[in-house]
């Protein structure tokens, strides 16, 4: 079953403005992750938040987590027009240790920003 | 270059035909995943190996064969496949199942279409 879900499902923006993306989850985690893919091609890992982590950065991204709403928010600052591609939201389960690594996606958010 | 080879990148069949998807990583990871990703669903877990051994099967149906002879390779063999099997093929590594945290690294994927 679909574990994580991204809202919205279609940002578009412009050059310089800020890209917020949220994903929502069903059940426990042991991290949370996001990726990026560029259109037809393999997934790029971006950035991974733990359970305990409330907030993360890198770069222009910054990642919150809110286990007891069970969702995140990916910030994008200052975006840029290579910034365009769709971004997925996974979670790495939690059931008796074994499903670390088996990663649940989202469908993913289509952010395309304008130059 | 994310350090997972997929190969072909690109791959017509007829319905009756039999093909390989080859994966490649050099990565020293020990834990292999075959996805699928189509138009307008989330990304589907199909096949995971650790160790190369089988730890999931995700209801696939058996005209798809997956095969690891070692942990850095992982094969997806296709046999009799039907038109709705076009799709985005994604392999992906990671360290190992059962290490908290780990980030999976992808092959640019192989665009499969039946026909």
């Known amino acids: 079953s679909q574990q994580g879900e991204e809202d919205p499902q279609a940002l578009s923006i412009q050059e310089g403005e800020n890209a917020t993306m949220n994903c929502s989850y069903k059940?426990?985690?042991?991290?949370l992750q996001w990726y990026r893919q560029n259109s037809g091609r393999g997934l790029v890992h971006l950035i991974l938040?733990?359970?305990?982590?409330r907030e993360k950065h890198s770069g222009r991204l910054r990642v919150t987590l809110d286990t007891s709403k069970k969702s995140s928010s990916l910030l994008i600052t200052a975006s840029r027009a290579a910034d365009t591609a769709s971004y997925f939201c996974?979670?790495?389960?939690?059931?008796?240790?074994?499903?670390?690594?088996?990663?649940?996606f989202g469908q993913g958010t289509i952010l395309t920003v304008h130059p | 270059e994310t350090g997972v080879t997929q190969t072909p990148r690109h791959l017509v069949m007829g319905m009756t035909n039999k093909k390989s998807l080859k994966c490649e990583q050099h990565?020293?990871?020990?834990?292999m995943y075959w996805y699928k990703q189509s138009a307008k669903k989330p990304l589907e877990l199909m096949f995971v190996?650790?160790?190369?051994?089988?730890?999931e099967n995700n209801s696939v149906p058996s005209r798809f064969s997956p095969e690891c002879p070692n942990s850095s390779h992982l094969f997806l063999h296709l046999h009799t496949l039907q038109p709705e099997d076009s799709a985005l093929y994604l392999c992906?590594?990671?360290?190992?199942?059962?290490?908290?945290?780990?980030?999976?690294?992808f092959g640019q994927g192989t665009r499969l279409t039946v026909v």
């Open positions: 992906a590594s990671s360290q190992e199942l059962g290490q908290r945290g780990t980030e999976a690294f």
């Open positions: 996974a979670t790495d389960g939690y059931a008796g240790g074994t499903s670390y690594g088996k990663l649940t």
């Open positions: 190996y650790n160790f190369k051994e089988q730890t």
């Open positions: 990565l020293g990871h020990n834990a």
């Open positions: 059940t426990s985690i042991n991290n």
């Open positions: 938040i733990r359970s305990n982590e």
